[in-house]
């Protein structure tokens, strides 16, 4: 059987860290596990996200209809169907990504933030992605990810790097502050001091938790 010894503890299974601590083990590994393995039941996940695609198909050949049928002077269906295609992709990684709600909210963070850029380029650029969409979304992750913890008493080490992920990305609007991209740079201050204060204060309490799950994520 394997063991751990920063943990002191025995290890069932054939792993390579601990699951505890995430340090290397010593001994031989069990090529049988004490756990059955339980079949995982995807045909509602799978149906859902079949459902989603097919009204969100239906929604943007409406407004394309529509659009031709009552000609404007833009073609509003273009954005209609854009804005249709990232409520898809996010829902659809809301659904994959469920069985972890801290890595879905970094997850939606990436993904909002990108599909807000590639549509501000889209439409002539005129910088709310990065005005307000980014910092808005980065703060309103952080937000998420605190209040989550909170409510489900989640320990230190299942929230901490989502924290910290989310908190980084928040001091980015700092370098366009700094560049003179930005027309409106206060959500973009609120952002970056609401994200500097977090990694501060993580720092400060939980600098144990912090050195651990690095240490583990990076398999020091």
Known sequence: MLYCKSCRVSVAGNRRYCPLCGGGLTGDGEEHTDYPILPQDQSHSKR???IISGVALTAAIICAAINLLVPAKI???LFATLGLGCGWLWAVVGIVKKAKLLNNIVWQLVLISAAALLWDGLTG??????????????TGAMLAVIILSRVRHMPDRDYIISLILCAVMGVIPLIFMFTGV???????VICAAASLIVILLQMIFNWKAM??????KLHL
């Open 48 to 50: 859902l996200i079949q």
């Open 75 to 77: 073609w509003w269906s």
């Open 125 to 138: 650029w005129r910088g709310w992605s990065l005005d307000y969409v980014f910092p808005c979304v980065c």
């Open 182 to 188: 930005l027309s409106v740079a206060i959500p973009s």
């Open 211 to 216: 050195y651990r799950e690095i240490h583990k």
